[in-house]
């Protein structure tokens, strides 16, 4: 009987959630998005237009998969009207991205328009627009299938 209830003791009823995956999602997403602000003064063509758009989706792609996997394995941070304090170096971060990366926008659209009738640009740009809607409803932490039932 003892040994059973220093076994409860010891092993907490509901664990509390792992951020270090999410924190590390932030930090790579971080990263790519260092690689394609490095790359763009040395693109010149539609292909490299098309590379670059299809980087930033991709990391796009694969932070909105993080955030999404966090979400589901941890239902119990929905809802929360503030992040928990384990996020806050990781949404000090993302509320940084306009600051942090002020002319990407900028610098990419500007060969999106220069190379807009090209088809590969066209399909890379058609893929980083849904990746961005992905992103803004999986950044949202979302209760259900329904982007409009997320959190604020």
Not at 19 to 47: E, H, I, M, R
Not at 142 to 152: A, F, G, I, Y
């Amino acid at each position: 009987m003892l040994a059973a209830a220093i076994a409860l003791h010891a092993t907490p009823l509901c664990a509390a959630p792992d951020y270090t995956g999410f924190n590390q999602a932030v930090t790579n997403y971080f990263s790519a998005l260092d690689g394609v602000a490095k790359k763009v003064p040395s693109v010149k063509d539609a292909a490299g237009t098309a590379d670059l758009i299809n980087a930033w989706s991709l990391a796009n792609e694969i932070f909105a998969a993080a955030a999404e996997k966090f979400a589901k394995d941890n239902p119990e941070i929905q809802g929360l009207s503030q992040p928990p304090p384990e996020f806050a170096a990781a949404f000090g971060r993302l509320n940084r991205l306009n600051t942090d990366y002020p002319t990407l926008p900028k610098t990419v659209g500007a060969l999106v328009e220069q190379f807009k009738d090209d088809p590969g640009v066209f399909q890379a740009f058609t893929r980083f627009q849904k990746s961005l809607v992905r992103l803004h409803i999986s950044g949202s932490l979302q209760k259900s299938d329904n982007p409009s039932q997320s959190l604020k």
